[in-house]
């Protein structure tokens, strides 16, 4: 039944998350570089930078320090970071919204992008716009994401100026909104200069994320669009006089959905840790760009953090997919 899968993705998820804050733990305290010598002043003694240590816990064996930090987890505290000072949670929290929306922004394009491009290839099948299709849809997907993000700021924020290519806000704006989550606030309340403001600044990112996607889901959509439109029931509603529009948007796309629904779960996945680059590119304040600081800085406690922050967005993103295809394939949900 639907809810024993539930079951065993949820103790699956908590076994994950324990072993990645195990890898990361240890990780970040074996690499080399100390993170004390990028807090302590110049010329700082040697009882100084020991008493340092001793604050942040440093001094302590490896197994005794994560204890602490697991305990401190169990409590709701994640630490506080090494470089701005300010507790791990509200840090991450506080840009998580930004990368949440700039993913959900490109993922609409890629499968906007993808389920168009697989359509007319499909009704082109045959012919050498289909061929055209495919060379074009085969190399945007050799293009990897950060490269479209590099061609976006020459061409539309240099040589024709027509977006800004840093930052989510101008920030002599003020936009009067009540929570990080700008584009939907801004959509729930109606204030659509906010939402064009906002936009201007995330369709660069959004779309350099969403074209390499868009490329895997037109390739996946219309392989499978293929593979129905030879089915039994098609032939019927060719018989009924269907135009092939309608028999490839009513008929065949219900069953070309479920296999590019999953496959576009796991991809998003993919999605989201690529943010890390070319939120960097635009300057985007999600978290992907906090991570490069992060790391940069050997704020420890911070990027212990946001490497949770995303393995929890990984797993609750592939658990919401899956619980959709249980929901749209009824004989995994009555198996």
Same mark, same amino acid.
């Given at each position: 039944?639907?809810?024993?899968?539930?079951?065993?993705?949820?103790?699956?998820?908590?076994?994950?998350?324990?072993?990645?804050?195990?890898?990361?733990?240890?990780?970040?305290?074996?690499?080399?570089?100390?993170?004390?010598?990028?807090?302590?002043?110049?010329?700082?003694?040697?009882?100084?930078?020991?008493?340092?240590?001793?604050?942040?816990?440093?001094? +302590?064996?490896?197994?005794?320090?994560?204890?602490?930090?697991?305990?401190?987890?169990?409590?709701?505290?994640?630490?506080?970071?090494?470089?701005?000072?300010?507790?791990?949670?509200? +840090?991450?929290?506080?840009?998580?919204?930004?990368?949440?929306?700039?993913?959900?922004?490109?993922?609409?394009?890629?499968?906007?992008?993808?389920?168009?491009?697989?359509?007319?290839?499909?009704?082109?099948?045959?012919?050498?716009?289909?061929?055209?299709?495919?060379?074009?849809?085969?190399?945007?997907?050799?293009?990897?994401?950060?490269?479209?993000?590099?061609?976006?700021?020459?061409?539309?924020?240099?040589?024709?100026?027509?977006?800004?290519?840093?930052?989510?806000?101008?920030?002599?704006?003020?936009?009067?909104?009540?929570?990080?989550?700008?584009?939907?606030?801004? +959509?729930?309340?109606?204030?659509?200069?906010?939402?064009?403001?906002?936009?201007?600044?995330?369709?660069?990112?959004?779309?350099?994320?969403?074209?390499?996607?868009?490329?895997?889901?037109?390739?996946?959509?219309?392989?499978?669009?293929?593979?129905?439109?030879?089915?039994?029931?098609?032939?019927?509603?060719?018989?009924?006089?269907?135009?092939?529009?309608?028999?490839?948007?009513?008929?065949?796309?219900?069953?070309?959905?479920?296999?590019?629904?999953?496959?576009?779960?796991?991809?998003?996945?993919?999605?989201?840790?690529?943010?890390?680059?070319?939120?960097?590119?635009?300057?985007?304040?999600?978290?992907?760009?906090?991570?490069?600081?992060?790391?940069?800085?050997?704020?420890?406690?911070?990027?212990?953090?946001?490497?949770?922050?995303?393995?929890? +967005?990984?797993?609750?993103?592939?658990?919401?997919?899956?619980?959709?295809?249980?929901?749209?394939?009824?004989?995994?949900?009555?198996?």
């Amino acid at each position: 039944m639907w809810y024993r899968i539930l079951l065993n993705r949820l103790i699956l998820a908590a076994v994950t998350l324990l072993g990645v804050a195990v890898i990361v733990f240890v990780l970040v305290r074996v690499v080399p570089g100390d993170p004390v010598a990028m807090m302590i002043a110049p010329g700082a003694s040697e009882a100084d930078i020991e008493a340092l240590r001793a604050r942040y816990g440093l001094d +302590l064996p490896i197994p005794q320090q994560f204890a602490v930090w697991i305990k401190g987890i169990l409590a709701g505290d994640f630490g506080t970071s090494f470089s701005l000072r300010q507790g791990v949670v509200g +840090l991450v929290l506080g840009r998580v919204p930004a990368t949440l929306e700039l993913a959900g922004l490109a993922l609409l394009i890629a499968m906007g992008l993808g389920t168009a491009v697989a359509v007319v290839a499909t009704l082109a099948r045959g012919r050498w716009l289909e061929a055209l299709i495919d060379n074009i849809n085969g190399l945007v997907l050799a293009v990897p994401d950060f490269i479209w993000a590099l061609v976006f700021v020459l061409v539309l924020g240099v040589l024709w100026p027509v977006l800004p290519i840093s930052g989510r806000i101008d920030p002599r704006l003020d936009l009067d909104l009540a929570s990080n989550f700008y584009l939907l606030e801004a +959509l729930a309340t109606f204030k659509f200069a906010a939402v064009g403001h906002l936009l201007s600044h995330m369709i660069m990112p959004a779309t350099a994320l969403a074209l390499p996607l868009a490329a895997i889901i037109a390739r996946v959509m219309k392989g499978a669009l293929k593979e129905a439109m030879v089915q039994d029931y098609i032939l019927l509603a060719r018989i009924k006089g269907f135009s092939p529009l309608r028999i490839l948007l009513q008929e065949a796309m219900r069953n070309a959905v479920v296999p590019v629904l999953s496959l576009t779960g796991v991809q998003f996945t993919f999605l989201v840790g690529g943010t890390v680059i070319v939120e960097r590119i635009f300057s985007y304040p999600g978290i992907g760009n906090m991570a490069i600081d992060a790391v940069i800085n050997r704020d420890l406690p911070l990027i212990q953090g946001l490497v949770l922050a995303f393995a929890v +967005l990984f797993i609750a993103i592939n658990l919401a997919v899956d619980l959709i295809t249980i929901v749209l394939n009824p004989r995994l949900r009555h198996g």
